[in-house]
Structures are given as C-alpha cells and as structure tokens.
C-alpha cells in the first residue's frame, strides 16, 4: 500500500467546511484596519495617508476615506499608530461595487497626538 | 390582482436560476500583469484544503469553455487586446471578477504602462481586495459572484468603538 494512502488515512479529512462553518486558519490572515474615530485627528490622519504605500487612505475635511479595494493590509499605518488603529479581522471583502469598499472615517480626535 | 403571483414568480424564478448557474461553474483566469502571487492562491484553491471542486467550481484553460472570468494584475495596455479577445471569445452569460490590490485601483496609479485597474477594460461584477486574497477570501468572492454568499462588506464601516484589542 503506498505511504500516502496510509498517511491520508490518519490524518482525515483536511478540507475546510468554509461556507457552512466558519475555518479555523482565518484568524491567521492579514486583515485591513480598524480605526478608532476617537483617537484620529487630521494631523494624523495625513500622517496616515502619507504612510500608506498603495493609496488606500485620503483625508478630505474632517473624514478619513479608507479604500478597502486598495488597501493591501500591510499594517504599516497600525505600527505607526497602534492607539488609532488595530487589525479589522475582516477578510470576506468580496464587493459587488468598488463604491461599496470606500469607507468614511470621521475624525473625532482633538489636539495633536 | 395576478401582479404579486406574478413577481413571486418571477422571484422564484430568478433564485432558481441562481442555483442552476451555482452548481457548476468554469473559470478562466487572466493574468494581466501581476506579480504572481494571486495566481499562487488561486492554484492553492484546488489544494485539498480548499477544495473548491466540492462547490461545483472548475478551472479550464480555455475561454470558450468558461464562465467566470478571474482577471489579476492592473491591467498593462499591452495586454488590452488579448484581455478583449480573452472576454469575447467566452460564451454568455458571463462573470468577471476583479482579483487582487492591483485590479481593484490600488497598487498602480495609470500611466503610460498600465490602466492601473481592471475595470477600464473589462465590465467586472465583483471586485475581491486583498494583497494577495486569501483563498478563504477568492472562494467567498466566487460564492458572492454566483449569488450563493451575500455581500458582507458593504455593511462594514471598518470603525472600532474602544481601545484595540
């Protein structure tokens, strides 16, 4: 009997139950940020965006626009301010319009930070 | 007084249809630029772990055997006629899907060499961000293509109450 075959045996059936229950390896993934209105204000906010390397993060007034669809969950903007933002966990993303992926972040900090 | 019977029927119709066209799909992949490393997940989709023959998905070699049109990379222009060629030459009805980062906008801004997104070519039905998308994220993508997922990130906000976890 091949090796494979008996190997296959022990170890069972590896195949994620994905769609009908949630798989376990997910928790591993990189994940687009999260961000905490309460601790952005604009000065970070445009240090952000100068940060972000594929153009995910605009500022316009007093909101943060966040590009789900750009963002390449390279975690630079969490290193750069570990307060303000941390990882969203999300990685169903799947978007039947580009629009549905840009998201406003208002800016509720005050003071520089 | 038939109208409501009517667009009941029509409903039932169309979630009907639905499920014919997600029992079997076949999927032609187009690399128009990218780094490779979508393609690495993609091939990971035919892995044991994903498996994603188990949900009536296939992947074909040829456009004219296709279905769902999976396109990579930000579109380079000199790849423009081969990517309409590739679109025409599938039977319809038809889906496109727009793989990765840079299909969707965001690692190339257009220039001379690229488009710097898929949809300035091709009509795309769903866009999967990620750099590159997980497998877990291109199967949702292709559930949410042939309507058997519902789309989960327009609802998203991507804002945290409270401190980081």
């Known amino acids: 009997m091949p090796l494979w075959f008996l190997r296959g045996l022990r170890r069972g059936v590896v195949t994620t139950r994905y769609p009908g229950q949630p798989d376990a390896s997910a928790a591993q993934l990189p994940t687009p940020p999260a961000?905490?209105?309460?601790?952005?204000?604009r000065d970070l906010a445009d240090r952000l965006a100068a940060i972000c390397p594929s153009w995910a993060l605009t500022r316009n007034g007093d909101v943060l626009f966040f590009d789900a669809g750009a963002c390449t969950a390279c975690g630079r903007c969490r290193e750069a301010?570990?307060?303000?933002?941390t990882a969203?966990?999300?990685?169903?993303?799947?978007?039947?319009?580009?629009?549905?992926?840009?998201?406003?972040?208002?800016?509720?900090?005050?003071?520089?930070? | 007084m038939?109208?409501?019977?009517?667009?009941?029927?029509?409903?039932?119709?169309?979630?009907?249809?639905?499920?014919?066209?997600?029992r079997s799909l076949h999927i032609r992949t187009l690399d128009t630029g990218s780094c490779a490393a979508c393609e690495q997940e993609i091939r990971l989709?035919?892995?044991?772990?994903?498996?994603l023959h188990r949900l009536g998905f296939f992947f074909t070699p040829a456009p004219r055997h296709a279905d769902l049109l999976m396109a990579t990379g930000p579109m380079i222009r000199a790849f423009d006629i081969a990517a309409r060629k590739t679109y025409e030459?599938?039977?319809?009805?038809?889906?496109?899907?727009?793989?990765?980062?840079?299909?969707?906008?965001g690692v190339y801004q257009p220039d001379?060499?690229?488009?710097?997104s898929v949809g300035d070519t091709l009509p795309v039905d769903v866009w999967i961000p990620g750099c590159p998308p997980s497998p877990l994220a291109l199967l949702q993508g292709l559930l949410v293509a042939v309507d058997r997922l519902a789309e989960k990130v327009r609802d998203l906000t991507?804002?945290?109450?409270?401190?980081?976890?």
């Not at chain 1, 301010?81 to 933002?85: F, I, K, T, Y």
């Not at chain 2, 039977?91 to 299909?103: D, E, Q």
């Open chain 2, 89 to 105: 030459a599938m039977p319809g009805p038809k889906l496109v899907v727009a793989t990765g980062a840079c299909a969707l906008g």
């Open chain 2, 45 to 51: 989709l035919a892995a044991p772990h994903y498996d």
């Open chain 2, 158 to 165: 991507f804002i945290q109450e409270g401190g980081p976890r």
């Open chain 2, 112 to 116: 001379a060499f690229t488009h710097g």
């Open chain 1, 35 to 41: 961000f905490r209105p309460a601790a952005l204000t």
């Open chain 1, 81 to 85: 301010a570990p307060g303000a933002v």
């Open chain 2, 2 to 22: 038939s109208l409501p019977r009517t667009e009941e029927t029509a409903q039932a119709l169309r979630r009907s249809v639905a499920r014919q066209f997600g």
């Open chain 1, 88 to 113: 969203s966990g999300e990685f169903e993303l799947a978007a039947t319009d580009p629009a549905h992926l840009v998201k406003r972040i208002p800016l509720l900090g005050e003071g520089g930070s």
